[in-house]
């Protein structure tokens, strides 16, 4: 078998079978195959694209390249969700409590953040003392104990995936929907859960900015999901509006503790009790109506906050800052944005938001920076709110102040203001399973 051919085949948009796409993903991963070849292949998919048999071969390749994770010393059902991306998304640290109060066991493998999107490990480990690199025996030993841990990826790890995106990062084919699908599920199948909740993200702060490619991507991974034998469904939400209030670590991680005790903004609580029932359906609790109202309970009575303050002591971090998160450090120097007009916000750049937030350190632009965890923004109006002249829009937060200029300028460029109200944006706009795509009024 060579390369050569393979490449050949895929231009002519052919499929691959099962001992091709074996051949390719472990020939590159070992070595044996050139960068330039598998660059040549990578921009054939991405002109042609892949069917659902190939896709699902690829990503199992992808995810036996390296270490799978045996959960089964944990007893009872696994759920995982991931998310594709965001500003100000927290919602593991919601969700994830919610279902593991109710005995659905969450052993999750978490990400952290780069460019605009935040990542669920940098928010954790705004919590002093919380750990999230652990022996995968006492990560076991912690799920066992409380229903829930999050860490980060370790270990070999879909070395494939690692060296097939550092290729696709340098050759413009890191927006081809087959490969981003058997990238993302690559790390879901390692992962060992029995059920995956994928929170595909759309519009201006998502990495799929229209539904029409939210959806499309979803079934995409759905189908592998679903054909490497794991229960997967995905829930399409809203992203082109920063969820809830707060960007920035120990912001988040504040608004996702007070969302946990029944409080918090009503779109991060929605959000996160839609995908928690979608969870607990895939578990087998139920039916998603049934599901919803067992998640919103948790909230209501104290047994997911009590949940997670378990689980960060467990992980090692201060349960006192859960109790009280007026513990959290505080950035010393903070400066409001004001509105130069009056109007109603009819459009955010929700991107843009999250880069403002980049550029006061509250995230990273490459891999080697450093986060100010104290870092970050407030948003005091969003999508839909009226707003006077000289009204603050948000409240900046840095360690340097020096920060604000650029920050500032780049959050106000970010509002879009019309003279009347816009229409109220959906939440969730369609959950996507093996049967199809429903599409929510």
Same mark, same amino acid.
């Given at each position: 078998?060579?390369?050569?051919?393979?490449?050949?085949?895929?231009?002519?948009?052919?499929?691959?079978?099962?001992?091709?796409?074996?051949?390719?993903?472990?020939?590159?991963?070992?070595?044996?195959?050139?960068?330039?070849?598998?660059?040549?292949?990578?921009?054939?998919?991405?002109?042609?694209?892949?069917?659902?048999?190939?896709?699902?071969?690829?990503?199992?390749?992808?995810?036996?390249?390296?270490?799978?994770?045996?959960?089964?010393?944990?007893?009872?059902?696994?759920?995982?969700?991931?998310?594709?991306?965001?500003?100000?998304?927290?919602?593991?640290?919601?969700?994830?409590?919610?279902?593991? @109060? #109710?005995? &659905?066991?969450? /052993?999750?493998?978490?990400? +952290? !953040?780069? =460019?605009?999107?935040?990542?669920?490990?940098?928010? %954790?480990?705004?919590?002093?003392?919380?750990?999230?690199?652990?022996?995968?025996?006492?990560?076991?030993?912690?799920?066992?104990?409380?229903?829930?841990?999050?860490?980060?990826?370790?270990?070999?790890?879909?070395?494939?995936?690692?060296?097939?995106?550092?290729?696709?990062?340098?050759?413009?084919?890191?927006?081809?929907?087959?490969?981003?699908?058997?990238?993302?599920?690559?790390?879901?199948?390692?992962?060992?859960?029995?059920?995956?909740?994928?929170?595909?993200?759309?519009?201006?702060?998502?990495?799929?900015?229209?539904?029409?490619?939210?959806?499309?991507?979803?079934?995409?991974?759905?189908?592998?999901?679903?054909?490497?034998?794991?229960?997967?469904?995905?829930?399409?939400?809203?992203?082109?509006?920063?969820?809830?209030?707060?960007?920035?670590? @120990? #912001?988040? &991680?504040?608004? /996702?503790?007070?969302?946990? +005790? !029944?409080? =918090?903004?009503?779109?991060?609580?929605?959000?996160? %009790?839609?995908?928690?029932?979608?969870?607990?359906?895939?578990?087998?609790?139920?039916?998603?109506?049934?599901?919803?109202?067992?998640?919103?309970?948790?909230?209501?009575?104290?047994?997911?906050?009590?949940?997670?303050?378990?689980?960060?002591?467990?992980?090692?971090?201060?349960?006192?800052?859960?109790?009280?998160?007026?513990?959290?450090?505080?950035?010393?120097?903070?400066?409001?944005?004001?509105?130069?007009?009056?109007?109603?916000?009819?459009?955010?750049?929700?991107?843009?938001?999250?880069?403002?937030?980049?550029?006061?350190?509250?995230?990273?632009?490459?891999?080697?920076?450093?986060?100010?965890?104290?870092?970050?923004?407030?948003?005091?109006?969003?999508?839909?709110?009226?707003?006077?002249?000289?009204?603050?829009?948000?409240?900046?937060?840095? @360690?340097?102040?020096?920060?604000?200029?650029?920050?500032?300028?780049?959050?106000?460029?970010?509002?879009?203001?019309?003279?009347?109200?816009?229409?109220?944006?959906?939440?969730?706009?369609?959950?996507?399973?093996?049967?199809?795509?429903?599409?929510?009024?």
């Amino acid at each position: 078998m060579r390369m050569y051919d393979l490449i050949e085949k895929k231009k002519r948009n052919e499929s691959l079978d099962e001992a091709e796409v074996r051949f390719m993903v472990r020939g590159f991963t070992e070595g044996a195959i050139p960068d330039y070849q598998m660059a040549a292949m990578l921009m054939a998919i991405c002109f042609n694209g892949m069917n659902d048999t190939e896709m699902t071969q690829l990503t199992l390749e992808m995810a036996h390249s390296g270490d799978m994770v045996d959960l089964s010393p944990i007893e009872g059902f696994k759920a995982d969700k991931h998310s594709t991306g965001g500003v100000g998304d927290k919602t593991t640290l919601v969700a994830g409590p919610v279902v593991a @109060s #109710l005995g &659905v066991k969450v /052993a999750k493998m978490s990400g +952290r !953040g780069l =460019g605009h999107t935040g990542g669920t490990i940098d928010k %954790l480990e705004a919590i002093p003392g919380f750990r999230t690199a652990i022996p995968i025996s006492e990560f076991f030993d912690i799920v066992k104990k409380t229903g829930i841990a999050v860490v980060g990826q370790s270990g070999n790890l879909v070395p494939a995936d690692k060296k097939i995106y550092a290729l696709r990062d340098v050759t413009a084919t890191v927006d081809s929907i087959p490969l981003i699908a058997s990238s993302i599920m690559s790390k879901k199948l390692a992962a060992g859960s029995d059920g995956i909740v994928l929170d595909v993200k759309t519009g201006s702060g998502a990495f799929m900015k229209t539904l029409e490619d939210s959806i499309t991507l979803a079934g995409k991974m759905v189908a592998i999901g679903n054909g490497a034998g794991r229960s997967c469904t995905a829930l399409i939400t809203d992203m082109d509006v920063p969820l809830g209030a707060a960007i920035g670590n @120990s #912001l988040e &991680v504040i608004e /996702a503790v007070e969302t946990l +005790r !029944g409080n =918090g903004p009503e779109d991060l609580k929605e959000v996160s %009790l839609r995908l928690a029932a979608e969870m607990l359906h895939t578990a087998g609790m139920g039916d998603a109506g049934s599901c919803y109202g067992m998640a919103e309970q948790t909230l209501k009575d104290g047994r997911a906050f009590e949940t997670f303050k378990r689980m960060v002591a467990a992980q090692g971090g201060d349960p006192s800052f859960i109790e009280n998160p007026k513990q959290f450090l505080k950035a010393p120097y903070s400066r409001k944005v004001t509105a130069l007009q009056d109007g109603y916000v009819g459009h955010m750049d929700t991107e843009g938001c999250g880069i403002a937030s980049v550029l006061l350190k509250a995230g990273r632009s490459t891999k080697e920076d450093v986060i100010d965890n104290s870092a970050g923004i407030i948003l005091h109006k969003k999508y839909g709110d009226y707003v006077q002249k000289g009204e603050p829009l948000a409240e900046l937060f840095a @360690s340097d102040e020096t920060l604000f200029e650029a920050a500032g300028a780049k959050l106000l460029s970010s509002y879009h203001f019309t003279e009347s109200a816009p229409e109220k944006k959906m939440l969730v706009y369609a959950r996507v399973s093996r049967d199809g795509t429903k599409r929510f009024d």
